[in-house]
Every structure is written in C-alpha cells, then in structure tokens.
C-alpha cells in the first residue's frame, strides 16, 4: 500500500527523475554504488516515492537526493541529520533516510550523529565514506588515514582517523553495519534491513573517490564477515560488536576491508516509541493533524 492507501507494485524506475539532472559525479566515483543500491532496496521494503524522504548533507554525496524521485531535503553541511528527526517525529510514516559524506556526517556533523544515534531515532543513516572530501577537492577528512597527504595536510597527516563504527556503537547506534560500493548485492540487503530497522541504523557506505583519493583503496578485496570462516560474533551482543568494530577499523587502514552487519538491537525502543509510551506524543502522525479542519489545538 502507498502513503494514500492504494495497493500496487513499486518499480524502482519510480525512483529515476524523468528529467535532468543527470548524475554529474565522476566516472568510477563509488556514489553511484549508493544510489542503485538504494533504488533496488526502496521497493523491496515496499516504500513508494511519495513515502520516502532522502535529507542530505554538503558534498559530492549530498546530490543524492537530486537523482532520486522521492521527497529531499538538501541542507547544510552536517546537518542532514536534525532536519531528518523533525520529519520524523513530524510524520512517523515517512520512510526517512539521511545520507552525507564522512567530512558532512563525523566530522561537520559529528555532533548530530552521536546524539541522533543516542536516542535511537527511526531513519537510516548512510554515510558515504571515501576517506576524503571530494566536492571541496580533496582536503583530508576525518576518515583519512594518518599520514595521508593532500592540499591542506602537505606533510601527511598527523591526526588519527575517527573509528566511525565504535563510534556509532558507543553513542548508542541501534542497527550498525559496514558496506562498500564495489559490493551491490551486500549493499542492497543491508540497505534493506537498516530501513527495516526501527531505531537508528547506521550504515557506513565505503565509497571510493578514483579523483581526489587515488591512492586510496578501491576497497577490494573486501570480506563479508557474515560469510567468512575467519569471523563469528553475535551481533546482538554489543561487546561482541565492538571487538569486531574494533577489528574492522583497524584492519581497513591495512588494506583488509571487513563490511558486513557489526550490531542489531531490535529490542530497544526507537525515540518516537519512547515518547508515545510516555505520553509526549500521540500514536497518529503529527503532520496529519495539519491537514485536519477540526482538530482542535490545546
Ligand atoms: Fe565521486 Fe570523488 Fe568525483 Fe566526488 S570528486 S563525484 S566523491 S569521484
């Protein structure tokens, strides 16, 4: 059924604006990998465009929402996330995603995150990362390698990458996992899951930038975690998540790229639940009472 109670088949091609833009990004560029992924997991979950918002940050990830025929919200750098939250808790039926690049999401926005993931708000949280800000022209971004040399770190970086799934898992991230372009069949059934997910589900989309980033993995071979014989962890268990976070954020700066889903926890309460059961919120969508003549406001 679609936002207006008609049963029917959602098509991905729904998701393809009819006219330009085009995508402008650069051949090779891993974002494509984000958005054909998206497109095929939209109808899989059953959302039609009309019940689907894409918010996006500033960057190269932030088109987005231009090539895909949804509802979006282009905001300013980092802050993909608070604009995300109204709309959800202004109308819980939307199928919220905010997506942003790892300079828009940990760094600009690194404040957001933690606190969007702290109170477990119900959207999907894709952030694009290729260890580098590609828009801007390759200055280095939190993601980026100690000793990575670009314009603004001529001598290589002396900073320590940020460990974004430690982070998330930390902060309070109820669904965590890890995805890379050069992966579109994982993407798209962690993509899948994530929108499923109520709560907050992050998911770090590693997304290669053959432009500014050419010394930089290209993210193969990468290892499914799930699949390999080499891993096991229960990923209902957040200690157990951690150590393999951990694992993972290590091994990648080795060039060992680990994805794959790090922590589910589908027990715990999404933020719009914990205020309807404490009475701060009513069970109907807010954004439906704009739009009745009778309701009466308090
Ligand atoms: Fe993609 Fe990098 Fe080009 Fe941006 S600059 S479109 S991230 S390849």
Redesign the pocket.
């Known amino acids: 059924f679609n936002a207006i109670g008609e049963e029917r088949e959602i098509d991905r091609d729904e998701y393809t604006p009819g006219i330009e833009p085009q995508p ?3 051949p ?4 494509f990998g984000v958005l054909k992924a998206l497109k095929q997991a939209l109808p899989e979950v059953g959302r039609s465009p009309e019940e689907t918002l894409v918010c996006t940050g500033i ?3 932030g088109k987005l929402n231009s090539y895909l025929d949804s509802y979006g919200f282009h905001t300013i750098h980092g802050r993909s996330l608070p604009v995300a939250r109204a709309a959800n808790l202004a109308n819980p039926g939307l199928e919220v995603i905010a997506a942003g ?1 790892d300079g828009d999401g940990y760094g600009i926005g690194g404040n957001h995150f933690i606190h969007t993931a702290r109170e477990n708000h119900d959207m999907t949280y894709i952030v ?1 990362n ?1 260890e ?1 800000f ?2 801007t ?1 390759g200055q280095t971004s939190p993601t980026s390698p100690k000793g990575h040399k670009s314009k603004t770190q001529p001598h290589g970086s002396a900073k320590s990458p940020i460990r974004p799934l430690s982070l998330s898992l930390t902060a309070g991230s109820s669904y965590v996992a890890r995805t890379a372009a050069v992966n579109p069949n994982q993407a798209k059934e962690i993509l899948i899951e994530a929108m499923e997910h109520d709560g907050f589900a992050h998911v770090d989309f590693l ?7 050419k010394d930089a993995k290209q993210y193969v071979p990468y290892i499914d975690i799930q699949d390999s014989d080499d891993y096991s962890h229960d990923i209902h268990d957040r200690g157990e998540a951690a150590d393999m976070a951990q694992q993972a954020e290590e091994a990648l700066y080795e060039g060992e790229v680990l994805t794959g889903r790090f922590y589910v926890d589908d027990d715990r309460p999404s933020y719009t639940q914990e205020k309807q059961e404490i009475g701060e919120m009513p069970e109907e969508p807010l954004a439906e009472r704009y739009f009745d003549d009778d309701y009466e406001w308090e």
């Open positions: 402008t990004w650069c090779g560029c891993g974002d960057g190269c990830s690049g694009f290729n580098i590609g828009l022209k997304t290669q930038c053959p432009t500014w980033n």
